[in-house]
């Protein structure tokens, strides 16, 4: 049998220019083939099929064939719009010969699967204008080259026509999403930051606030912080020049990279490629010692939690025995800077945290290197790999921990399919009650191994004294973590509490969860492995 795969590919006809004055509107007339409206200035009506759109500048539609069209322009000012003709050829590629597939002989097809209704996509007017200018150019330009070039223009613009199809009806967080993934797929190229809200569907303030929320950082800081990650990278494969390596990273001008990477960094890009292994001291109210373990880099000091860790060293006893002659930082009181200069570190790895000592002292000391907050622990793990040249190792980890993730979630289907859940955290005088997003708790419970969040909880992180919030949910099944036996007691002895469905149905489930901790790699396969067998799967 002969192997053959479908492609579609399209090609410009023609694009023509029309100013509709103010008050005039044509007659319906039928659309005879594939063809896409682009309003360029101005604000105008259109009817298709006998539903009217308002558009404005930077919409375009992609019409159907034999539907119905109707402009009306009933503002006092004209409007200027395109109207561009392609046509779609579907391919079928097999080992031997490219031929026209026989599904598409005689009909013609429309983008992206979309020629049984027409759709409405909204953008900025400069982003349609910096598309359409070139191709406008391109129809100018004759013979076999004219022709290459009106296709690669043409198909720049449904590229982004897809992306805004692809915005539309997703939720804030998902847009957001998509374009953190523009910015990692595309940090080579020269970016205009003030194009993401516009592909988010979002004003720039908004923007800005709910992007530094989900990541904790801004659109360029981020920017930065991926093309700097890259350019350790390859300096860290060596034989590669600082010019190149700025070019590779998006900077076309070798002087600018290296006061960027001085900058964010604390040294300049040569000095950075002759530093040899360095003695790394972790001074955070996070774990971050597992993901330089997992990386393959054991701290000369780290923080540890005496208190809370059954162990003699204060580290979770997954951690205990491979931090061997790591000393202990405990973090949970403030700890002087002279404490971890005596053991002569190379750098400092520090993250803010109200438990650790003022920053400042900190800020002075040329070794130390700050790490961003961050509600996913694989931002952690990435900026610490660009540290320690480890990128490749840290995307083997991430693969792994998903792999881990996916195999623990189908064995948890009988368990999270029977309903919504809560989580929370009893502490003394405070009951926490753990949002659905922003939190690598909410990430791996919810995200990663598929417990439904009881719908009603849509904040972010969690809440603090939410003891009423809990009676007034009544929720279905109640998962607590992280909490001492006499703070559960002490609810077992509430009225309102012993009223709550989910007690009265037995569905309230308390795992031994002292070491369960999703912000590491180490720590997030062990959380997994325990939560699994605590719930038999």
């Excluded at 983008?111 to 996509?121: C, D």
């Excluded at 404490?339 to 400092?348: A, E, F, Q």
């Excluded at 948890?412 to 009951?431: F, K």
Aim: net charge positive; hydrophobic share 35%.
């Amino acid at each position: 049998m002969t192997e053959s795969q479908h492609y579609s590919s399209y090609f410009p006809l023609s694009l023509k220019e029309h100013d509709i004055r103010a008050g005039y509107r044509t007659k319906p007339f039928m659309i005879q083939r594939p063809a896409i409206l682009l309003i360029t200035s101005g604000t105008l009506k259109v009817v298709l099929d006998g539903s009217t759109h308002p558009l404005k500048m930077g919409s375009s539609v992609i019409l159907r064939t034999n539907g119905t069209l109707q402009l009306i322009n009933d503002t006092d000012h004209s409007v200027r719009l395109h109207y561009l003709h392609y046509h779609c050829v579907q391919l079928m590629i097999a080992k031997t010969s490219i031929m026209p597939s026989s599904e598409a002989h005689g009909r013609i097809h429309s983008l992206h699967n979309l020629h049984s209704q027409h759709q409405i996509q909204h953008s900025s007017g400069v982003t349609l204008h910096h598309l359409l200018t070139p191709l406008k150019q391109s129809f100018k330009e004759e013979g076999e080259k004219g022709k290459l070039r009106r296709q690669l223009h043409f198909l720049e613009l449904l590229l982004h026509l897809q992306a805004q199809h692809q915005m539309q009806g997703l939720t804030v967080e998902d847009t957001l999403q998509q374009t953190i993934d523009y910015l990692e797929d595309n940090f080579a190229k020269p970016i205009a930051l003030s194009e993401l809200p516009i592909l988010a569907g979002m004003t720039p303030s908004s923007y800005c606030r709910a992007f530094k929320k989900l990541t904790g950082m801004t659109p360029g800081h981020y920017l930065t912080r991926i093309r700097m990650l890259r350019a350790k990278e390859l300096m860290g494969e060596g034989q590669v020049t600082l010019r190149d390596i700025a070019q590779c990273v998006g900077y076309q001008d070798e002087l600018y990279f290296s006061r960027v990477f001085k900058k964010t960094e604390g040294l300049s890009p040569s000095a950075y490629m002759k530093r040899k292994d360095r003695k790394i001291a972790v001074v955070s109210s996070y774990l971050l010692q597992d993901h330089l373990l997992a990386l393959g880099i054991q701290p000369i000091a780290a923080p540890a939690y005496p208190k809370y860790y059954h162990t003699s060293s204060g580290f979770p006893s997954y951690l205990h025995d491979r931090l061997q002659g790591t000393l202990p930082l405990p973090a949970e009181r403030p700890l002087s800077s002279s404490t971890v200069m005596r053991l002569s570190p190379d750098t400092i790895i520090k993250t803010q945290s109200l438990h650790m000592p003022n920053d400042r002292q900190w800020k002075t000391n040329p070794h130390t290197i700050f790490i961003h907050p961050s509600a996913r622990w694989e931002q952690y793990l990435r900026e610490l790999a660009g540290l320690v040249h480890r990128e490749q190792a840290a995307g083997r980890i991430i693969e792994r921990v998903e792999t881990l993730e996916e195999e623990a979630k189908v064995k948890l289907l009988p368990v999270t399919s029977r309903g919504s859940w809560v989580i929370i955290r009893l502490l003394p005088g405070d009951c926490r009650l753990y949002g659905c997003k922003e939190h690598a708790l909410a990430d791996l419970i919810y995200t990663g191994l598929g417990f439904q969040p009881d719908p009603r909880v849509k904040h972010g992180f969690y809440r603090s004294y939410a003891f009423e919030d809990i009676v007034q949910l009544d929720p279905e099944q109640i998962l607590i973590l992280w909490s001492e036996q006499d703070e559960v007691q002490q609810a077992y002895q509430d009225e309102r509490w012993l009223k709550l469905q989910a007690v009265r149905n037995n569905r309230v489930f308390i795992p031994e969860s002292r070491e369960w901790d999703p912000w590491g790699p180490i720590g997030r396969e062990h959380m997994i492995r325990e939560l699994v067998a605590y719930f038999g799967c």
